[in-house]
């Protein structure tokens, strides 16, 4: 099956800074790849997501990159507040069955 | 996106029973599916619930032990059967449109 691996597993950044977390699969034939974003005691709110037949995406302060030959996506926060401390997790998928990555827990320091 | 709701929120069960979780969502959806969270770690797909045939299930879960009912396209059970402390998690359903969103969880915790 399809192997997620998700580094850092803790960000820690100043206010206003950026933030960058990376991702890799196994499954060449994944060809979607959302990003979560979870708050203590919530459910993963999906943040930004990117399929395969496209390299970037942006949502205001976030972006996704894809390496499809590299096997390997990023997330970028841009422009970090307090209200981006949360664990995010990677996730990739052939269909619609995800696997996750491990998650990553970002602190950003007023 | 699709609002999705859970029943139970949690629960505290006494090892050797059962619980069941249901699952709502406000709109029809052709994928739902049921993960499990322990503390602190990431999300695990237990099953795909079908809607009009069995589950298809990961490796490391069977239909005995997490029985799952999809009778219609907005709603589904997963039954944990048989608990053990080992079985303390949350347990999340989701919903896939175009994008896949997540249930509030449910909050399982077994004596």
């Known amino acids: 099956g399809e192997n997620v691996e998700q580094h850092p597993s803790t960000l820690s950044v100043q206010e206003g800074d950026s933030a960058v977390i990376k991702c890799t699969y196994s499954?060449?034939?994944?060809?979607?790849f959302p990003w979560y974003k979870q708050e203590l005691g919530k459910r993963p709110q999906l943040i930004i997501d990117?399929?395969?037949?496209?390299g970037e995406k942006k949502d205001q302060r976030i972006a996704v990159t894809l390496n499809k030959t590299a096997k390997h996506f990023s997330l970028h926060i841009t422009e970090t507040q307090p209200e981006d401390s949360a664990v995010y997790f990677c996730a990739a998928s052939i269909k619609w069955e995800l696997s996750f990555g491990a998650g990553t827990t970002v602190t950003v320091r007023a | 996106s699709a609002v999705i709701s859970q029943k139970p929120s949690r629960d505290i069960c006494q090892r050797g029973t059962s619980l069941t979780i249901q699952c709502q969502v406000d709109?029809?959806?052709?994928?739902m599916f049921w993960y499990r969270q322990q503390p602190g770690q990431s999300l695990t797909l237990i099953a795909t619930a079908n809607q009009g045939s069995e589950a298809t299930y990961e490796s490391g879960f069977v239909i005995d032990k997490f029985p799952i009912s999809r009778p219609n396209l907005t709603f589904s059970t997963l039954t944990v059967s048989n608990m053990s402390p080992e079985d303390s998690s949350i347990y999340l359903c989701?919903?896939?449109?175009?994008?896949?969103?997540f249930g509030p969880g449910t909050r399982l915790t077994v004596t």
């Open positions: 990117i399929r395969s037949n496209v």
């Open positions: 709109s029809q959806v052709t994928m």
């Open positions: 989701s919903a896939s449109g175009d994008e896949q969103y």
């Open positions: 499954d060449s034939a994944s060809n979607y």
